[in-house]
């Protein structure tokens, strides 16, 4: 994974995203300004804009005029049109993250490091999507 260093809540953050050859681009859009990177799968290009958000923002309530648009190297395109949409392809890009016996994340995940208590991962979900992560688990478990 390459490490991406930028500021995370006002301090230092490492973050992980999949690097290598980029089939896939990504276009941002919230509060009149915009966005275009490229990554190797949906995954990293959804966690790469919810980065770019908790980067630019406190909590959802302050994203406007808000859009996530995902296209491969053939045209194929999936779109998130809210916060909780963008929120949801994350929660489940994490079902294959493997986690111990204690709940303790067993390497490095988004912008968590390896040993993250699974509560603390938690709390991300609970902040940025409307119904929480028990919402999440209602709905995709």
């Known amino acids: 994974m390459e490490k991406n260093y930028e500021k995370f809540y006002e301090q230092p953050k490492n973050c992980y995203f999949a690097s290598g ?11 009149m300004r915009h966005e275009i990177v490229e990554f190797e799968d949906f995954d990293s290009c959804f966690l790469w804009a ?8 406190r909590g ?3 994203v406007e005029d808000f859009k996530v648009v995902v296209v491969d190297d053939v045209g194929f395109s999936l779109e998130c049109n809210s916060v909780d949409e963008l929120v949801a392809n994350v929660w489940k890009s994490m079902t294959d993250m493997p986690f111990s016996y204690d709940d303790k994340l067993e390497e490095d995940w988004f912008v968590f490091d390896k040993g993250t208590d699974k509560d603390d991962i938690m709390e991300l979900f609970d902040r940025w999507y409307s119904d929480g992560s028990k919402g999440l688990k209602e709905k995709y478990f």
């Open 50 to 57: 919810l980065y770019r958000l908790l980067l630019r923002f």
């Open 21 to 31: 050859e980029p089939p896939y681009s990504v276009r941002l859009e919230a509060n």
């Open 60 to 62: 959802p309530e302050e």
